[in-house]
């Protein structure tokens, strides 16, 4: 046997990766030089402009403790409570397969996270606002006027309106990436939702979480404008305020650029300790992953999770639903004026285009990040692997302002107008978006089982054949995915695009913007609508072009019947 | 789509070193220059008016922004000129060394107050005020006094003076009133505080459009737009007898522009209806001459307060101490 094995697969004796070729770890590596080269060069320009540093400022300065303090303890509320409650929900959502409105909450899930802070902030104040939808339904409850949407309260709303969609949403993907197997099996032995919990549900989840709630800490840690304006004042503060006016009023770059390194220095460290804790990728490989459709009749669907399926679904809907409708609600008010507006379409063009450049940069990053990394660990470099997919999320915790400051220092002969411009800003939000596509692709990417590597090996299927056929398949869902997340939050994105200055023609979330600053509120809630028409547009082109797997000459075979021959053969050998 | 072209073709030629057209770059703020600012129709008045020349605007996010570039880019800035600087970025700009006298007729200028800069030239003012819902509130308070005793339903909408312009206003403005004792006065206002936002934009729309309070910081302009484009009286500003902090947007001109005569006669021709008349609605300020008759009817329903400054060297050496101050009240 094992010398058939040896005649089958030339030259013999290869280690498991050496089987691949030399790319995965240079296109890693010039991955991460191209992100790093970015992050750490706009940072090191300013702290050269700077020259010289104190950082005692940063611990002798009562109140910037104060605001550090806070902005932890803020983000640390925020995450707890969005990515916990996002559990049950994502459960739920994967336990129930098939209700009415399934699909339009997903899609609302996709929604809220590009939605631009402006608009939601606007959506949550016309819901939760002390004239808002609930007021009337907190008054009957409390006999008191609501104020929770300012405070602490009113930030925690805001992160988690923001952020536990996008953990559902991801967790689900995860869950729904469980080979159909285990589904059949679960459901002839019967299994009971704690046993399904510990078997099946809980090990999809567990490799996910450190990094999500990484990704979650940061993205409420950076928050700038919700925790400004829901704060009450500059109590609440964080330290991207004491950034900007270090940087814009003051232009104090040391100072600035010494708070951007405490940034970078808590983010960062938080996402090795992320990063090591859920190190080991899920062992249970996924047959081709597939919708669950409900074929498999779940024991633990019927009794009493009925009611708290019902109860966490309605939660998710009630905390997403009624923001997003208040904005469709006011966006509907300025529709008649949208035709009118001459530069409105041709915004909007510009901003897809950008976005799809934005959103394959960012998935070619992901892939090349996350196979190098997945090398250097089946090297043994187990640090090395860490820090090669560490440094993917450098530039979401530095400050964009800092990155666009240091990167005009950088670039500034250069740096000319019209589509330069745009290239630079399509690039920084390849970089922004690329932790959501990690996020995504890096659960679909473990490659293949041992046995069906050996069985690769044996039939001699590699290189391309071995990508077309075996690898491509289960990787085209998440990928679907996670291109749609890199597009949609570059087509929100206007930090960036703010930084370089426009010295043409505006994006759309540029126009919005525009829109607001010239009294236009009715016409910048159509342009949200309009914004997130494209993002419903984009997640709902992307899901349906890979609804299904494709086509294969022996598809005759049911999918799950053939991973039940692959473990068959498997055993054999 | 024209003013689209004539961008595209602005770009087109002025990658080219050798254009036959003398390009005019003006770096200012991105209202400024939207499809319904008054940036399109003032490009179209100004290139028809020199023949052969290119207005180019690069619209950054504010006149701190403005400031911010001109800073970072030194000797050989992009720019011929610079447009949206207020009063109180004065000081700093020209510390920088980069800016030459406009040497244009001031003559024409019809502000609330003399002006006598040889490097800044206004093209719009307008007053910090508070804005109110007259449908939440009938009896706006009519002076800061009233305002600290006023009920307390009268919540208010600020910005905060580290990220905004009309925040900052209102610091000067408190300043300007009661000197010495602001510190008080902040830790009284800030009991009637609802939020305190980052920009100007998220507390008017996110916030006050949404009802939220009766009041917000803005500018006595502000009613002006809603009376004229949405027709409706509802929003006015609160005329306070302290009088109000003014402001003051100008323009200048780089020293190394390359076409110091073009940029003369840009600032010249900012003096004139021809760019005036794009202000009132398209700025929703208020014009830096008489405009007469062009002077949409709305204007005379604003409020006509006494003018409150600082100079702007004032401004610069003690912004910080004074955000300090503010910042220490708030959080006490």
């Known amino acids: 046997m094992a010398q058939r094995q040896r005649a089958l697969?030339?030259?013999?004796?290869?280690?498991?990766?050496?089987?691949?070729?030399?790319?995965?770890?240079?296109?890693?590596?010039?991955?991460?030089?191209?992100?790093?080269?970015?992050?750490?060069?706009s940072l090191g320009a300013l702290l050269w402009q700077a020259r010289e540093l104190h950082p005692a400022m940063l611990w002798q300065s009562p109140w910037l403790a104060a605001v550090l303090r806070f902005t932890l303890w803020q983000a640390t509320l925020s995450t707890l409570l969005a990515v916990g409650l996002a559990v049950p929900v994502a459960l739920a959502l994967a336990r129930r397969p098939r209700f009415p409105g399934r699909a339009l909450l997903l899609r609302a899930m996709e929604l809220s996270l590009v939605l631009p802070t402006l608009i939601g902030l606007f959506g949550l104040v016309a819901v939760h606002g002390r004239r808002g939808w609930a007021a009337p339904l907190w008054e009957w409850l409390l006999g008191s006027e609501s104020g929770?949407?300012?405070?602490?309260?009113?930030?925690?709303?805001?992160?988690?309106?923001?952020?536990?969609?996008?953990?559902?949403?991801?967790?689900?993907?995860?869950?729904?990436?469980a080979p159909?197997?285990?589904?059949?099996?679960?459901?002839?032995?019967?299994?009971?939702?704690?046993?399904?919990?510990?078997?099946?549900?809980?090990?999809?989840?567990?490799?996910?979480?450190?990094?999500l709630a990484a990704l979650v800490?940061?993205?409420?840690?950076?928050?700038?404008a919700i925790v400004m304006t829901l704060g009450g004042g500059p109590r609440s503060s964080t330290l991207e305020v004491a950034l900007y006016q270090a940087l814009k009023f003051d232009h104090d770059l040391a100072l600035a650029a010494l708070l951007a390194l405490t940034q970078l220095v808590i983010c960062l460290s938080l996402w090795l300790l992320a990063l090591s804790r859920g190190g080991a990728p899920s062992l249970v490989v996924g047959q081709v992953t597939l919708p669950l459709q409900g074929r498999w009749h779940r024991r633990d669907a019927v009794g009493a999770s009925r009611l708290t399926d019902a109860v966490w679904l309605t939660a998710l809907a009630a905390l997403l639903l009624p923001p997003l409708l208040a904005v469709v609600a006011a966006g509907l008010t300025g529709l008649p004026d949208l035709p009118r507006s001459a530069s409105l379409w041709p915004a909007a063009a510009r901003s897809l285009v950008m976005a799809l450049g934005a959103g394959l940069g960012a998935l070619a990053l992901a892939v090349a990040l996350l196979t190098g990394s997945r090398w250097l660990a089946a090297c043994g470099r187990r640090w090395a692997a860490l820090l090669m997919e560490a440094g993917g999320q450098l530039i979401l915790v530095i400050p964009a302002l800092v990155l666009g400051t240091g990167l005009f220092l950088l670039l500034r002969p250069t740096l000319g107008s019209g589509w330069q411009g745009y290239a630079l800003v399509v690039l920084v939000n390849a970089f922004m978006a690329l932790p959501f596509a990690m996020q995504v692709v890096r659960g679909a990417l473990p490659g293949l089982s041992a046995p069906e590597q050996r069985l690769a090996e044996q039939f001699g299927i590699r290189g391309r054949a071995r990508l077309r056929w075996l690898v491509w398949p289960r990787l085209r869902r998440p990928l679907a995915l996670a291109l749609a997340y890199?597009?949609?939050?570059?087509?929100?994105?206007?930090?960036?695009?703010?930084?370089?200055?426009?010295?043409?023609?505006?994006?759309?979330?540029?126009?919005?913007?525009?829109q607001l600053g010239g009294y236009r509120w009715q016409g910048a809630a159509a342009t949200a609508l309009l914004l997130m028409a494209l993002v419903v547009l984009?997640?709902?082109?992307?899901?349906?072009?890979?609804?299904?797997?494709?086509?294969?000459?022996?598809?005759?075979?049911?999918?799950?019947?053939?991973h039940a021959r692959v473990s068959r053969s498997d055993v054999s050998l | 789509m024209r003013y689209l072209l004539v961008l595209a073709l602005g770009l087109a030629t002025s990658s080219v070193a050798s254009a036959a057209e003398r390009t005019l770059t003006v770096y200012t703020y991105d209202s400024f220059v939207s499809e319904w600012g008054p940036g399109p129709g003032i490009e179209a008045a100004f290139e028809a008016r020199c023949g052969d020349c290119d207005l180019r605007f690069v619209a950054l996010d504010g006149g701190v922004d403005i400031l911010q570039r001109l800073r970072l880019e030194g000797e050989g800035s992009g720019a011929d000129l610079v447009l949206g600087l207020d009063m109180n970025l004065m000081a700093e700009a020209r510390q920088l060394g980069l800016l030459a006298p406009h040497r244009v007729d001031t003559a024409p200028l019809a502000l609330p107050i003399d002006w006598n800069d040889d490097t800044f030239l206004p093209y719009d003012w307008g007053h910090f005020a508070f804005v109110y819902d007259s449908e939440q509130l009938e009896e706006p308070p009519g002076s800061f006094r009233e305002l600290l005793e006023a009920p307390e339903e009268v919540q208010l909408i600020l910005q905060d003076p580290r990220t905004s312009v009309t925040g900052q206003g209102l610091l000067l403005w408190i300043k300007h009133v009661y000197g010495d004792a602001a510190l008080e006065v902040w830790a009284q206002l800030n009991e009637r505080v609802l939020s305190v936002t980052n920009s100007w934009s998220q507390a008017y729309?996110?916030?006050?459009?949404?009802?939220?309070?009766?009041?917000?910081?803005?500018?006595?302009?502000?009613?002006?737009?809603?009376?004229?484009?949405?027709?409706?009286?509802?929003?006015?500003?609160?005329e306070f007898e302290e009088g109000h902090y003014l402001q003051v947007e100008t323009a200048a001109m780089l020293a190394d522009t390359p076409h110091p005569e073009l940029a003369r006669d840009f600032l010249t021709f900012m003096l004139t209806p021809d760019f005036q008349r794009h202000i009132p609605l398209g700025n929703v300020m208020n014009p830096a001459i008489e405009l007469g008759d062009e002077l949409p009817a709305v204007f005379d329903r604003l409020i006509d307060p006494e003018s409150l400054t600082f100079t702007p060297e004032q401004v610069s050496e003690n912004r910080r101490a004074w955000i300090r101050e503010w910042l220490n009240a708030s959080v006490r």
């Open chain 2, 205 to 238: 729309f996110s916030l006050f459009m949404n009802g939220e309070a009766p009041m917000v910081l803005s500018y006595a302009t502000s009613p002006a737009y809603h009376m004229a484009v949405e027709e409706t009286d509802r929003y006015q500003a609160a």
């Open chain 1, 486 to 514: 890199a597009m949609t939050l570059s087509l929100g994105d206007f930090s960036v695009i703010a930084l370089f200055g426009s010295p043409s023609a505006p994006t759309l979330p540029m126009l919005l913007y525009q």
């Open chain 1, 538 to 562: 984009i997640f709902a082109l992307l899901g349906w072009l890979t609804r299904r797997p494709p086509r294969y000459p022996f598809t005759r075979y049911p999918h799950e019947e053939r």
């Open chain 1, 180 to 211: 159909a197997a285990h589904w059949r099996l679960a459901a002839q032995l019967g299994l009971t939702r704690r046993t399904l919990w510990r078997t099946l549900e809980w090990p999809r989840l567990a490799p996910l979480l450190p990094r």
């Open chain 1, 148 to 177: 929770y949407l300012y405070g602490l309260s009113g930030i925690v709303l805001a992160h988690v309106f923001y952020n536990l969609p996008l953990s559902a949403r991801l967790m689900l993907q995860a869950l729904e990436s």
């Open chain 1, 217 to 224: 800490f940061t993205l409420c840690f950076t928050s700038f």
């Open chain 1, 9 to 41: 697969s030339t030259p013999p004796r290869r280690p498991r990766w050496a089987s691949l070729s030399r790319w995965p770890p240079s296109l890693g590596i010039a991955a991460l030089t191209a992100v790093a080269g970015l992050g750490l060069g």
